[in-house]
């Protein structure tokens, strides 16, 4: 691992503590595979240190590298992958370094802010044969899953537009992200879910993106420190049609707001509408003393949950759990599913899941770094730029009201058929 904040205490942690308790993981194609945690970077390893006191069996007795080279000393140790789960403007730097010491990589969402370094990762996987995907744990979300599956069957027919909005409480901006975030903007940290979401579920080719936000809260009203965001992505489809998606996202919600997380999405078809909630679709729960504050009201069970199984033990499982464990099937399947004869073949069939390959990435990103140079330009006081994709001047071309000139923020095509 590197890094070891919340993401790690919610998912990977559980993972690992799995996998050492049932003996690995198992499946006809390469047996049963140890999964073990050997190793943790981070800048103190004050986190890794308490960890490691309470891990239970042989995960007491990983390696934890701390200081501005941790990454470096950990990618000198005999490790197969290497997890990323840094602050999202420090996952290029670990992730090439891991791709070029000849691992395998899994890094959390967004994988890279730019283009250019999704190219560079790509390339580098590419060279040292080795996978490098990204965990996006929202499309194993049932309900999106669900929608998926209509989509593909042809039941529901042709997105219109749609709306989705993701809400945190001000603990996160304000305690557990409080030393990274600032200069950063909660649209990048999570509608990027959503970003991958449509791009994954409709197809389409993402035309333009505009942005803008609200300041003040979490820092100055002129700073670059951004409270919410209200991202729009014009997407065209095979028929010539567009759709408008419209993605809200906040951390500045308050803290006793029921939902710990306030998710929703509504996209409308030729023939329907899809509409979920994560607070609709759940429970409430009500505790004296403990709710909303140690406990929030509402709760996302299938996301990741602690359980007293039927069966007399304990478990703690979800898909933001489920995703980690599907690449690490996948890995395995690469290394020990056949004669190392067919370690390319297999290698292929893996890079071509669109759903966490880096090579498939690339509307996402190219997303994510127009509305981090949109919104750079509102910060130095321009704002209502507009991004194209694929314009006549380069891949990603920034448009600024008032200006004839075009700024080119990435010179390569973003789709290769255009």
Known sequence: MIGIGMIFDETYRPFFEQAQAEGGIYDPRFGLCAVELTGVASRTGTRAEAYRKAAPG????????????????????????????????????????????????????????????????????????????????????????????????????????????????????????????????????????????????????????????????????????????????????????????????????????????????QFRFDNGVWNAHSRKRGVECTIEGSTPFKRKTTMNNHYNGTFAEPWGVRSQRGYGIEVIERFARELAYVEHGGPATQRSERLDQMRNFAYNDVSADRQTVAAVQAMEAILERHVKGQPNCVVEIDHEAGGLVLLAPGSSKPEVLYSGRVNAAR
């Open 58 to 265: 042989k995960l007491a007795q990983l390696s934890s590298f701390s200081g501005a080279d941790s990454a470096a000393q950990l990618l000198k140790t005999d490790v197969d992958f290497v997890c990323v789960a840094t602050p999202d403007n420090r996952h290029f730097e670990a992730a090439s370094a891991v791709l070029k010491a000849g691992k395998h990589l899994l890094i959390e969402k967004p994988s890279v802010l730019s283009l250019a370094e999704l190219d560079e990762l790509q390339r580098l996987a590419v060279e040292h044969k080795v996978l490098a995907k990204v965990v996006y744990h929202k499309l194993l979300d049932p309900d999106h899953k669900k929608l998926r599956t209509l989509v593909v069957d042809g039941e529901l027919k042709h997105v219109n537009n749609g709306y989705c909005t993701l809400l945190e409480p001000k603990s996160i901006s304000g305690g557990q992200f409080a030393e990274w975030i600032v200069g950063r903007n909660p649209g990048t940290y999570v509608a990027v879910h959503y970003i991958k979401l449509i791009d994954f579920t409709f197809g389409g080719r993402l035309k333009s993106v505009q942005c803008t936000g609200q300041r003040g809260l979490v820092g100055p009203a002129d700073g670059p420190t951004w409270d919410s965001t209200q991202l729009r992505m014009i997407y065209e489809y095979a028929d010539g049609r567009e759709a408008a998606f419209d993605i809200h996202t906040s951390w500045v919600t308050p803290d006793n707001f029921p939902g710990y997380v306030e998710q929703e999405v």
